[in-house]
């Protein structure tokens, strides 16, 4: 058996495939402890400064190689970082820092760790000190997808289970669906990696289908109303009333205030692109709207789909909808509570259908 090579003196260790982060953390910890080290010493950068963690790595061992955990190492900006940086040129031989992070850790923290490390072999390679799992940040939205379908067919295989691409794509396509910036990075792939354990472990044995997907991976919970918006903006009727129908009548149906309440925030942050004027760029799209990566593309896409000025007639269409749903003496009717509402609902959306194609919803009610 050959001897492992000896650790570094500290290792970044990041990336958005959060479950194999946390399998090198515990080879790392596991490592020091059969080399005789002590239990790791976990921190937070969020709520600890970098002169605390030089001052944690600097104390001295009577029990072998220490190990310092930090977590969340991608919260410090440059200037908080500098202490940490400084430390690295001259780093306690008898301590292993490990910074754990989803996202890049500062560029002259990276370059300090990475100089402590054995060189990477090709311009494509990273120095060992330097393990990052998940898709490259800059990827494009094709090769980060190619990536999360990789994902998920290896992540279910870890667990026993058998996925084939076609699969494994719809899975990422059901799980990835118009999540909300603020979750996208991280999450996803942590995700993919708790759904395909748990088809794996419901197919025992057999390949797992796409048929055990779609009965299984519940939808994000604005996956519909994202693609209600979808229906809505390409006129397509049919659609956006099968798509009422499956919230009203699916094994998880959707209150119409909360269908109401998701379109107008989508409609608002619409009508905040379409006053950018034409074709903004997806910097100027995500300043205005707070938004990231596939949320501001749907964004412009609407935006630009809408006639001028569309989006915003649909706010004020979806506030009197709202005001309906409230105290309308149409929500009364029908054989059920929620019968009422979910007509003036449906009235809703047939405006706002006649507004993505140019047309002006008739006078009357809520129009």
């Given at each position: 058996m050959s001897t492992p090579p000896p650790l570094h003196p500290a290792y970044v260790i990041w990336g958005e495939d959060r479950a194999t982060v946390e399998r090198a953390l515990q080879r790392?910890?596991?490592?020091?402890?059969?080399?005789?080290?002590?239990?790791?010493?976990?921190?937070?950068?969020d709520e600890t400064p970098a002169e605390s963690v030089v001052a944690a790595?600097?104390?001295?061992?009577?029990?072998?190689?220490?190990?310092?955990?930090?977590?969340?190492?991608?919260?410090?900006k440059s200037a908080d970082a500098l202490p940490l940086v400084a430390y690295l040129a001259q780093p306690n031989p008898a301590t292993c820092l490990a910074l754990v992070a989803g996202g890049a850790v500062?560029?002259?923290?990276?370059a300090a760790v990475a100089a402590l490390g054995d060189p990477p072999a090709t311009k494509k390679k990273l120095a060992s000190t330097l393990l990052r799992y998940g898709p490259d940040p800059k990827a494009s939205k094709a090769d980060r997808e190619k990536w999360l379908v990789g994902h998920?067919?290896?992540?279910?295989?870890?667990?026993?289970?058998?996925?084939?691409?076609?699969?494994?794509?719809?899975?990422?396509?059901?799980?990835?669906?118009?999540?909300?910036?603020?979750?996208?990075?991280?999450?996803?792939?942590?995700?993919?990696?708790?759904?395909?354990?748990?088809?794996?472990?419901?197919?025992?044995g057999e390949p797992i289908s796409t048929e055990m997907v779609g009965l299984l991976v519940a939808r994000h919970p604005d996956a519909r109303v994202y693609?209600?918006?979808?229906?809505?903006?390409?006129?397509?009727t049919p659609a956006a009333f099968g798509l009422l129908q499956d919230m009203a009548t699916g094994d998880e149906p959707v209150a119409p205030i909360v269908v109401q309440v998701?379109?107008?925030?989508?409609?608002?942050?619409?009508?905040?692109?379409?006053?950018?004027?034409?074709?903004?760029?997806?910097?100027?799209?995500?300043?205005?709207?707070?938004?990231?990566?596939?949320p501001v593309r749907k964004l412009m896409e609407h935006?630009?789909?809408?006639?001028?000025?569309?989006?915003?007639?649909?706010?004020?269409?979806?506030?009197?909808?709202?005001?309906?749903?409230?105290?309308?003496?149409?929500?009364?009717?029908?054989?059920?509570?929620?019968?009422?509402a979910r007509m003036v609902l449906e009235m809703a959306v047939r405006d706002l259908l006649i507004l993505a194609r140019g047309g002006t919803p008739a006078p009357g009610h809520g129009a």
């Open positions: 790392l910890v596991a490592r020091v402890a059969r080399d005789g080290g002590m239990e790791p010493e976990r921190l937070r950068a790595c600097e104390a001295l061992s009577f029990a072998g190689m220490r190990l310092v955990v930090v977590e969340g190492a991608d919260a410090w500062t560029p002259k923290l990276e998920a067919k290896a992540e279910a295989e870890r667990a026993g289970g058998a996925m084939s691409p076609s699969v494994a794509r719809a899975l990422v396509e059901r799980v990835v669906v118009d999540r909300p910036a603020a979750r996208t990075q991280g999450l996803i792939a942590m995700e993919l990696t708790q759904e395909a354990r748990k088809l794996a472990a419901y197919a025992g693609e209600l918006s979808d229906a809505v903006v390409a006129g397509r998701q379109l107008t925030n989508h409609f608002r942050r619409v009508a905040t692109v379409q006053a950018l004027g034409p074709r903004p760029s997806q910097d100027a799209v995500s300043a205005a709207t707070g938004q990231k990566g596939y935006a630009e789909a809408l006639p001028p000025g569309a989006a915003q007639t649909a706010v004020a269409r979806l506030a009197a909808l709202e005001l309906d749903l409230r105290v309308s003496a149409l929500t009364k009717l029908g054989r059920t509570s929620v019968d009422g």
